[in-house]
């Protein structure tokens, strides 16, 4: 059935079509005249402005046919004189089956398949996807704009591979090609390629690839490599929560762990966008081979094209200086440098390449030492490195032997640390002579036994850290550089709870995991008399008080003795003092115990800053020249054993001018007869 007909000259005036039979109830005479009435009356454009005719919908088209069925009738009328009757329901039904039957049969010459009009209008999914039998994209949008009966022509049949001039590819016809146009695919089936694209020679399991950047000649990427960069990626994107095009710093020694991070990063950046930066730092400890590590990770860098930033630090002196060892002092000077180009180049991520080895390394040294359940979780995958910046280590899920495989699957180049032979360190000795028997005689894969142990142990320590933050933080109060632990909370604690507390303030205060015996010496004050004094682990201190525990650096008790002139700016260890002379209406009296006003005729020209002894005596003011000593003057304020001994006194070469912080002499106070007024404004870190 041929619906082309002649373009319409005006999109109003609807043409008449071949009656087929009454379609629909028919509208009242009235109504179809004046329908028509409308239509016909209806203004034409100017010839020489053409008008594309809108193709009418669907629900037009019928509406059309009921209007040109009804002017037929009532022609029909005209001529015999009779009154047209009206259809009956059954011949309703009737015409619009034969309607759909003729509109089915021209469909199916087009390849198209159209639902039935008495069944509901909204097509079913399978429907409404492309199916693939669909001859092209281009062919099946061009079909679905030419909706207009008279622009729609009959859709020549789909081409063939050889109508393009190529040959069909080999092997039995596709399944779509079997299967009826009318007939929906299966929904499977939909979203899959056309079988005609799908070559019989791929394998059915797709296989992930990584495109390298061409720099210098490198080797495809093995089979037995991509495990390790899919571990290395897992790791990033899950328990790392490394996120797409991320600024990662990589530090890079010139050995086979950070080799192998750097190039395994670099293919993944391709797929992810990370923004790679490279970090080493020249320790100055093995001379020419210091140099040509240094060399080599610029080589490195220009082979990449990575940007490189590199440091030259003194290890030696620097480890003098803070007494500290080679090792200690190599890893300060070394995130101290990480921590600052993080800043520099806004790196989110620092990398840094140990592994499965490291962490039961670690697990073994602090068990040696007695840590306690941090210390045995080992070396954690991530950690806070600066306020703005994590450290990370995507390789601590694979062991050395994995690592050294894919680098010479890779063909990578590094270079070995001679330090690593020598077993004056802790470290190496554990490397070199207590794992290979331990593998040898225990466990063949001791390696994976303790970093999974680690594991389970970091997990642990999580789930109990966070069960005793909020009693940490009901018991524990920091102020002035020292922490104080509540004795009376800390004695009722369980004894795991209560060691966990302690030791996580010990760790906050000395910035390193500490030692179960260092969490026993604090326990150990508890029970001991008020002003025992214990020290604990690198120089921190524990002071029992009367209410709490004080642990603080060491420094903070040390003797001050400072002498000083009655007016200037001073200072001696955390302890400062401001002697200024002001007006008398600059006199603030009471306002800031920290700050008081002094006579200054009754000062002499030289003063002292000093650390109260026993023995000393003043005359408190408002106590009318009664002279008491310093300690039982802190006895009677109720001041902590912390701040007894922390308290300072300025002083005269035989007086007590004032205890800072808390009272002064009535013999140096101002008058009515006072002339010149001195201010002394005391401050402690």
Known sequence: ????????????????????????????????????SRAVSSPSPPQDTPVRPKPPSKRGRKKTAAISSSHQLEQ?????????????????????????????????????????????????????????????????????????????????????????????????PPASQEQSPTTAAPLQELHSPPAQSRPSSVSPRTRRSFVVRDLVPMPD?????????????????????????????????????????????????????????????????????????????????KRYDIPCHVTHVDTAAFARKHRLSTEEAARELRYRFLRQMCSTVHAQYCAVAHTADDTAETLLLNLFRGSGLTGLSGIPPKRPLTRKAYLIRPLLGITREEIVHYARARALEWRDDSTNAERSFRRNRVRLD????????????????????????????????????????????????????????????????????????????????????????????????????????????????????????????????????????YSIGRYAIILEEVPRNDVRLGADPFIEYFDYDKLPYRLFLRTWQAGDRFAPIGMHGERVLIADYLTNVKASDYDRRTAVVLATADDIIWLCGYRMSETFKITNDTRRIVRATFRCS
């Not at 319409?8 to 629909?24: D, L, R, T, Y």
């Not at 009009?117 to 492309?130: A, G, M």
């Open 221 to 301: 990427i093995p089979e037995d490599c991509l495990p390790t960069i899919e571990h290395v990626e897992r790791m990033l994107t899950t328990e790392l929560a490394v996120e797409p095009g991320a600024t990662i710093l990589v530090a890079v020694s010139g050995g086979v762990d950070s080799v192998t991070l750097l190039d395994v990063l670099f293919i993944l950046s391709y797929e992810h966008g990370y923004a790679l930066h490279i970090a080493h730092v020249n320790h100055q400890l093995r001379g020419e081979e210091s140099d040509a590590d240094e060399a080599f990770v610029r080589t490195l860098a």
């Open 434 to 569: 207590l794992m290979p028997t331990l593998k040898e005689h225990f466990n063949p894969r001791i390696v994976e036994t303790l970093a999974r142990t680690a594991q389970l142990l970091r997990q642990a320590d999580g789930f109990i850290e966070s069960l005793i933050e909020s009693t940490y933080t009901q018991i524990a109060t920091a102020r002035d550089g020292r922490i104080e632990l509540g004795r009376s909370q800390l004695a009722t604690l369980h004894p795991f709870v209560r060691n966990e507390i302690i030791e996580r303030a010990l760790t906050e205060l000395s910035g390193k995991p500490v030692s179960h015996a260092a969490v026993e010496r604090v326990v150990s004050l508890l029970s001991a008399e008020t002003g025992t004094r214990q020290s604990v682990v690198g120089g921190i201190v524990a002071i029992a008080d009367r209410q709490a525990i004080v642990l603080s650096d060491e420094k903070l008790f040390q003797t001050v003795y400072l002498p000083i002139f009655k007016l200037g700016s």
């Open 76 to 172: 029909q009328a005209q001529q015999t004189g009779a009154t047209p009757a009206l259809p009956s329901d059954e011949e309703i039904t009737a015409s619009a089956q034969a309607i759909n039957q003729v509109r089915h049969e021209h469909n199916k010459e087009r390849g198209d398949t159209v639902a039935d009009s008495t069944e509901p209008t909204k097509k079913p999914i399978s429907q409404s996807l492309p199916s693939e039998n669909t001859s092209s994209p281009s062919r099946s949008s061009s079909r679905s704009r030419r909706t207009s009966k008279h622009a729609r022509q009959q859709t020549p049949p789909p081409r063939t591979p050889a109508d393009n001039g190529t040959a069909a590819p080999p092997g039995p």
């Open 1 to 36: 059935m041929n619906r082309s007909s002649a373009p319409v000259k005006s999109p109003h005036v609807v043409p008449e079509q071949p009656s087929i039979g009454p379609v629909a109830r028919q509208p009242s005479s009235r109504r179809a005249s004046q329908t028509r």
